[in-house]
């Protein structure tokens, strides 16, 4: 419910607050009080366009700020918070128009779009007039009122459940249609990448041996001119080498080995193992000498190292590890031949869903026409009391496309005398039959709703008993929900729980408009003034009282 609403520079009203109760609230006055421009209001923070002339004076600014309760429409609170907006069990909303005709919608202070504020305010407020693009003249909205009406909560909220399991699950297989698309590249790219790692062979550690042996390599000239005079030293000839001089003293020594002491005898062994020794590191540098500095070498070594580093570079991670790219190849190889089972398995389940979703989309269809014609039958037993006597009204159901709602599309048609044909109820209504058929329309099929409900022009071309009738109709609408009726009938008025005067008051250079809440006595003077006019006479406030009493 809207809690209060507060209007600033929108037209000729400066500044207005005023609180709202549940039940049924009137708002009366003189014609050309300044009644409509608080309709003006609810529409501008429901999200409708500006109309032209409602820009503010220059230099000035328009703002209409509504403090809501949100706590039996947990639909807004929903959406808010995808929105991210944080909100408890009131929010604020506020609509502003600069003096250049722009404007800005808030909701807790947060900046969002016109469409957003329709979406938000579509759950909370309707408004019922001629002009107005909400209520009836919103053929979407039909669906909602014969589904308030009909007894299949469960069977729609069913239905929910089961359209968004499937259009989820159907968002997944388009996603694993998308990658299949580019499947065969993937497979072929894969393949070419563990081609690569099979020519390289990575070893563990292999990249930073590599490395050192490259250096040494380079290198080459100088190393081996040393080491060649390190083996010169080791085995020449003339004159005798390392190798050849210790050979020729163990033959020496072996020679008086039986005349010596053990302690000799040991350092001659000492001497033989030491000359193992140096034949195995002389052959060490030969055999390097021979085949480490040949410059094939080095090429083959450069050309190795390049391949780590492009492999590594092309996968995103270093040299050393590309070792563990193998496996991770593989995982994503295999991943590329079970996609296809994936998304015949994900096919399935979306057939299954859809298959399901239909199923109860038809049985909510065939619920749908059931309650229709009892809806039909209630509602058209309603409109003669409401001067409709001539009235038909029909609900049409037509096959539509399928959505969260299912597979119907409703449209309430409407013909308002025996000769004309069926039609859409914008087309044969003039403002107050409009409100009227809405007002039969809720009365029967929105008790449990908590939307708040706007009636303007709800009381044009009727009197007497059937202004009575209305109003009856109205406080019984406002047992259970807010509604907000602008009325010039006394009739309708006297049903108000809270009445409201608007009053225009002109002064030498200005008129303002001003609203006021009306104590019991001066409702009573009210609607005294409404039966008689200007003068308000004894017999007015009589039948004032009368009214209120009945």
């Known amino acids: 419910m809207i809690k209060s609403l507060s209007i600033r520079n929108l037209l000729l009203i400066d500044k207005i607050d005023f609180i709202f109760n549940n039940g049924l609230c009137v708002l009366t006055g003189e014609t050309g009080a300044g009644k409509s421009m608080i309709i003006d209001s609810l529409n ?3 999200g409708s366009r500006i109309k032209t002339g409602l820009k503010p004076e220059k230099g000035k600014i328009t703002s209409i700020t509504a403090v809501l309760e949100i706590i039996k429409n947990p639909k807004i609170k929903k959406l808010l918070l995808e929105l991210g907006i944080e909100c408890e069990d009131e929010i604020i909303i506020r609509r502003t128009i600069n003096d250049d005709g722009k404007s800005k919608s808030f909701i807790n202070d947060n900046l969002i779009s016109l469409s ?3 979406e938000v305010s579509s759950n909370f407020l309707e408004i019922h007039s001629q002009f107005s693009e909400q209520g009836l003249l919103d053929s979407t909205t039909h669906i909602k009122t014969l589904d308030a009406f009909g007894k299949y909560q469960k069977d729609l909220t069913q239905l929910t459940h089961l359209w968004e ?3 989820e699950k159907k968002k997944e297989f388009m996603e694993l249609k998308k990658n299949y698309e580019n499947n065969d590249y993937q497979k072929e790219l894969l393949e070419n990448y563990l081609n690569e790692l099979k020519i390289l062979n990575p070893k563990e550690n292999e990249f930073e041996e590599l490395n050192k042996k490259k250096i040494i390599l ?14 010169k ?5 003339d004159p005798p080498g390392i190798e050849k001089q210790l050979s020729q003293n163990i033959i020496i020594l072996n020679k008086i080995r039986d005349l010596l002491d053990d302690d000799s005898k040991k350092m001659i062994d000492n001497l033989d193992s030491l000359s193992l020794e140096i034949s195995e590191i002389s052959d060490y540098f030969c055999n390097l000498i021979s085949d480490e500095f040949d410059i094939k070498t080095l090429d083959a070594v450069e050309e190795r190292i390049e391949l780590y580093k492009k492999i590594a570079k092309k996968h995103g991670v270093n040299e050393n590890s590309v070792i563990n790219l193998d496996e991770e190849l593989n995982e994503k190889m295999q991943s590329s031949f079970d996609i296809e089972e994936k998304i015949n398995t994900c096919e399935k389940e979306v057939l299954n869903l859809e298959n399901n979703f239909n199923i109860c989309a038809k049985n909510v269809s065939a619920l749908r026409k059931e309650f229709a014609a009892k809806l039909d039958e209630s509602i058209n037993r309603e409109l003669p009391a409401l001067k409709l006597e001539n009235a038909v009204f029909k609900t049409f159901i037509e096959e539509d496309k399928a959505n969260i709602m299912g597979i119907d599309k409703v449209i309430f048609k409407i013909k308002t005398n025996p000769k004309s044909e069926m039609d859409s109820i914008k087309n044969v209504s003039s403002g107050g039959e409009l409100c009227r058929i809405a007002l039969a329309i809720k009365v029967i099929a929105e008790k449990e709703n908590s939307t708040i409900m706007v009636f303007d022009e709800v009381d044009s071309g009727i009197g007497g008993a059937v202004s009575s009738a209305v109003g009856e109709r109205l406080r019984k609408l406002g047992s259970n929900k807010q509604v907000l009726v602008v009325t010039h009938s006394p009739q309708v008025a006297a049903f108000g729980q809270d009445h409201f005067i608007v009053k225009k008051i ?15 006595d001066e409702k009573i003077n009210e609607i005294a003034r409404m039966l008689s006019g200007k003068k308000i006479t004894d017999e ?3 039948a004032a009282k009368k009214l209120i009493h009945n």
């Open 116 to 118: 957003i504020l329709k």
């Open 506 to 520: 002109n002064s030498e250079n200005t008129t303002n408009i001003f609203i006021r809440k009306l104590n019991l």
């Open 165 to 167: 399991l499937f259009t």
């Open 218 to 231: 380079k290198n080459s000239v100088k190393i081996s001119e040393n080491i060649n005079n390190i083996i």
């Open 44 to 46: 501008l923070i429901s």
């Open 233 to 237: 030293n080791f085995n020449s000839d």
């Open 540 to 542: 007015a406030i009589s």
